[in-house]
C-alpha cells in the first residue's frame, strides 16, 4: 500500500509538467503579447505609461527572451516566489485576486460535494433497494430531470421564482450592508443564509448524476450470488446490504471523485455568474474574455492541478477500499 | 423411518410472478429427506432444482413466491413449517446457516470480494455460536484445516481472488458447515470445477457427512456425481419430481422415459458407442407454455396420443419407496 501511495505521488509530478506546458501555451496563444494589448487599454483610457514602467515589466516575465526562457522564468516565479503573474486588466498581482475568492469557492464547493455525496448515494440506495416501487419511480424521473436540465437554466428559474413569488430577489452571496464590509460571525450567518441556493443549484446535476450511478451499481451487485450466500448464512437484510453490496458498489464512485472537482467547478462558474457571486467562476470568465492571460492562465493552472490532485486522492481512497486493486497493482502483499 | 425424516416437503408450488407470465418453477413437489442421508435431485437446466433449495431456506430471488405446500422441518424439540415463517424475520434467520446451510455453484462469486474468507467465515459462526472473536478466529482456522486447505492459519487472511476455484469452494463448506448445521444443502458444488477437483469436493462433502452425522441436499445435473453420493434420487423436469427412489432402483430399474433418456445419454466406460452419444430428442419447452398433460409428452419416446397430453399422469408407486409418474404404469 505505502509504495502504491508513493508510486503514485511521483506519477503527479510529469502530469504536472505537461499540464504547466498547456497552460503556458494558453497563456502564449493570443497574437502580441498581453503587455501589447495593456499598453493599448492604457491608451485608450488616456493613461500614459512611463518608458521605465514597461521596460520593468518586460524584464520582470522576460517578454524579450526566446519562448523557453519565458516558460522557466513563468515557472520559477510561481514556485519559488508564489507569484502568478500580474492581471493587466485589473492591474493587480493575481494572486490577490484569487486569494480573496478562493475561500468562497471552496466553500460552495465543500458544501456541494458533501450533498451530492449524501444525497445522492443515500436515495441511490434506496432506489435501488426499492426497485420499481413508487419511490423509485418518482427519484428516477427526478433524476433525469436533474441530469438533464443545465444549472443556468435552474439558476434563471429559481431566481424568476423567487422574485415573482415571494419578492425576494436572490442574488449575490451577501445582503447589501454585508457587501463590503470585512468578516464577522454576522456576515458568515448572513452568507449561509444564502448559500443554499447556489448550493442547490451546482448539486442538482450531481446529485440526479449519483442516483443514477448507484442505483445502477447497487442493482448489480444485488444479482451478485454472495448476497445469496451472505442471506443463507443468516444476516439481517440491513447488515448484509451495508457490509456487501453497498460497499462493493460505492467502489467505482470512489473512483470518480476527482471527476467531481472539475465537474463542480464548472457547474459553480455558471451558478455564479447568474447569480453575482464573487467566486472564482465569473473571475475566470472575464479574465478569458479580457485576454487577461497571466489571470486565466493562474486559474486554469490551478484548477488543472485541483483535479490531479482529486484524481491521486480517489485513487488512493480505491486502493484502500478495495483489496483487488491494492493486491493487484503492488504485486503481493 | 418416520422417526428418523429430517425435512419433508408437501405439494411445493414456488411461481415466478413476471412481466411475461407466470413461470411456475416448482410445481406440486413432494419428497423427504431423512436424517444423516444424501438426497440427490437431478435434471436439466431450469426444472426447478435450485428453486427448490431456495425454496427451503427462503432466499428466493425476488418475484419469486411460495404459493402453496408444507417444508416441515423436524428438530429434536418439535416440528416447524418453514412456510409459514418470514423470510426476513429472526426464526428463519436462526434456522440459515445453522441448522441448514448452503453450499452454491460459483465458488468465484459465492465469497464477496472486498473481504477476507477468515472474515466471512467468522461472521457466520459469530451469528450463530456465542464465542468471542478469538475463539472464532480459532474456529475458523480449524474448519479451513478440515476441508483441506494447507496452511489454515495463512489462509485465514486470504482474499476470495487469492485462492484457485477449489479452495474457495472448500472455504465455502468450512462457512456452511461452521455451525454443524443438520442439513447441508449443496447446489451444484461441482459444476463450476475441474473434473480433479470434483472428486475431492466430492470426497470431502461424504466425510464431513459421515463425520458429523449430517443430513445432505445435493443438486446436480450430473447422473455420475448422483451414482456416486445419494442415497436416495428425485429426478425433476420443469417443476416435477418425475420420478424418484432409492438410488439402486434409480440407476437399474429406471421406468419414467425422461430418467431412462437421461441414463442412456450417459457415455459409458468399456462400452463401445456405435456412431453418436443418445440424446433427448427435442428442446426443454419454453416455461411461460407449459405443454399440457404430462410435461415431458413432446419429447417422449413412449408418447400415447390422447392420453399424455391431456391429463397429468398420477404419482405410482412401483416398489417401496420408488415412485414414478408415468401412464405407462397406470393411472388411465
Not at chain 1, 121 to 134: E, P
Not at chain 1, 303 to 328: E, K, N
Not at chain 2, 118 to 138: C, F, M, P, S, Y
Not at chain 2, 299 to 323: L, M
Request: aromatic content about 8%; hydrophobic content about 45%.
Amino acid at each position: 500500500m505505502a509504495g502504491y501511495v508513493i508510486r503514485r505521488f511521483l506519477s503527479l509530478i510529469p502530469l504536472l509538467f505537461i499540464l504547466s506546458i498547456v497552460v503556458f501555451i494558453i497563456i502564449e496563444l493570443p497574437p502580441g503579447d498581453f503587455l501589447t494589448v495593456y499598453i493599448e487599454q492604457l491608451k485608450s483610457s488616456g493613461v500614459l505609461i512611463s518608458e521605465e514602467e514597461i521596460a520593468r515589466l518586460v524584464k520582470q516575465y522576460a517578454l524579450d527572451k526566446p519562448l523557453h526562457i519565458r516558460y522557466i522564468t513563468w515557472i520559477k516565479n510561481i514556485i519559488l516566489h508564489g507569484d502568478f503573474g500580474r492581471s493587466f486588466r485589473w492591474n493587480r498581482p493575481v494572486v490577490e485576486l484569487i486569494k480573496e475568492r478562493v475561500a468562497l469557492s471552496a466553500v460552495i464547493s465543500l458544501f456541494s460535494i458533501v450533498f451530492v455525496w449524501i444525497i445522492g448515494v443515500s436515495i441511490g440506495i434506496y432506489s435501488a433497494v426499492k426497485q420499481y416501487s413508487m419511490f423509485d419511480y418518482i427519484f428516477t424521473f427526478i433524476g433525469f430531470i436533474g441530469v438533464s436540465i443545465p444549472g443556468f437554466l435552474l439558476a434563471l428559474l429559481i431566481i424568476w421564482f423567487a422574485y415573482t413569488k415571494f419578492d425576494i430577489y436572490i442574488s449575490g452571496l451577501f445582503s447589501q450592508q454585508f457587501v463590503d464590509a470585512p468578516w464577522s460571525l454576522a456576515k458568515v450567518l448572513d452568507m449561509l443564509k444564502r448559500i443554499w441556493v447556489p448550493v442547490i443549484i451546482i448539486a442538482v446535476s450531481g446529485i440526479a448524476g449519483n442516483i443514477r450511478t448507484m442505483r445502477a451499481n447497487l442493482l448489480d451487485e444485488l444479482r451478485k450470488q454472495y448476497v445469496t450466500v451472505a442471506r443463507a448464512k443468516g444476516l439481517s437484510e440491513t447488515r448484509l446490504l451495508i457490509k456487501y453490496p453497498i460497499r462493493i458498489a460505492v467502489n467505482p464512485m470512489i473512483s470518480t471523485i476527482g471527476w467531481t472537482l472539475p465537474a463542480i467547478f464548472s457547474g459553480e462558474s455558471l451558478a455564479s455568474i447568474i447569480l453575482n457571486l464573487p467566486t472564482i467562476g465569473p473571475l475566470l470568465m472575464q479574465a478569458l474574455l479580457a485576454q487577461d492571460m497571466y489571470l486565466a492562465g493562474s486559474l486554469i493552472l490551478i484548477m488543472g492541478a485541483l483535479t490531479l490532485v482529486g484524481t491521486l486522492i480517489s485513487d488512493i481512497l480505491l486502493a484502500w477500499a478495495d483489496p483487488r486493486i491494492r493486491y493487484g497493482n503492488t504485486g503481493g502483499k | 423411518m418416520g422417526d428418523n425424516v429430517l425435512l419433508e416437503v408437501k405439494n411445493l408450488r414456488t411461481y415466478f410472478f413476471l412481466d411475461e407470465g407466470v413461470v411456475k418453477a416448482v410445481d406440486g413437489v413432494n419428497f423427504k429427506i431423512e436424517k444423516g442421508k444424501t438426497f440427490g435431485v437431478v435434471g436439466e437446466s431450469g426444472c426447478g432444482k435450485s428453486i427448490t433449495a431456495q425454496s427451503i431456506l427462503r432466499i428466493l430471488p425476488p418475484r419469486g413466491e411460495i404459493v402453496e405446500g408444507e417444508i416441515i422441518f423436524y428438530r429434536d424439540d418439535g416440528s416447524v413449517d418453514l412456510v409459514k415463517l418470514d423470510p426476513k424475520g429472526q426464526e428463519i434467520r436462526d434456522i440459515r446457516g445453522k441448522e441448514v446451510a448452503m453450499v452454491f455453484q460459483e465458488p468465484m462469486t459465492a465469497l464477496a470480494p472486498v473481504y477476507t474468507i477468515g472474515d466471512q467465515i467468522i461472521e457466520a459462526i459469530l451469528l450463530h455460536q456465542n464465542v468471542t472473536k478469538e475463539q472464532a478466529r480459532k474456529i475458523a482456522i480449524d474448519l479451513l484445516g478440515r476441508v483441506g486447505i494447507p496452511k489454515p492459519e495463512e489462509r485465514v487472511d486470504a482474499y476470495p481472488f487469492e485462492l484457485s476455484g477449489g479452495m474457495r469452494q472448500r472455504a465455502m463448506i468450512a462457512m456452511a458447515i461452521s455451525s454443524n448445521p443438520s442439513l447441508l444443502i449443496a447446489d451444484e458444488p461441482t459444476t463450476a470445477l475441474d473434473v480433479t477437483i470434483q472428486a475431492q469436493i466430492l470426497d470431502l462433502i461424504k466425510n464431513l457427512q459421515k463425520e458429523m452425522g449430517m443430513a445432505t441436499m445435493l443438486i446436480t445435473h450430473n447422473m455420475g456425481v448422483i451414482a456416486e453420493m445419494a442415497d436416495d434420487v428425485a429426478v425433476m423436469y420443469l417443476g416435477k419430481i418425475v420420478e424418484s427412489g432409492p438410488v439402486n432402483e434409480i440407476f437399474y430399474n429406471p421406468k419414467h422415459p425422461y430418467t431412462v433418456a437421461l441414463l442412456k445419454s450417459i457415455p459409458k466406460v468399456g462400452k463401445k458407442v456405435k456412431g453418436r452419444l443418445e440424446s433427448i430428442e427435442g428442446m426443454v419447452p419454453d416455461p411461460y407454455n407449459l405443454p399440457t398433460g404430462c410435461r415431458f409428452h413432446p419429447r417422449c419416446p413412449s408418447y400415447v396420443e390422447g392420453t399424455c397430453d391431456k391429463a397429468e399422469p398420477p404419482e405410482i408407486e412401483i416398489t417401496t419407496g420408488h415412485k414414478v409418474s408415468c401412464f405407462l404404469y397406470g393411472g388411465r
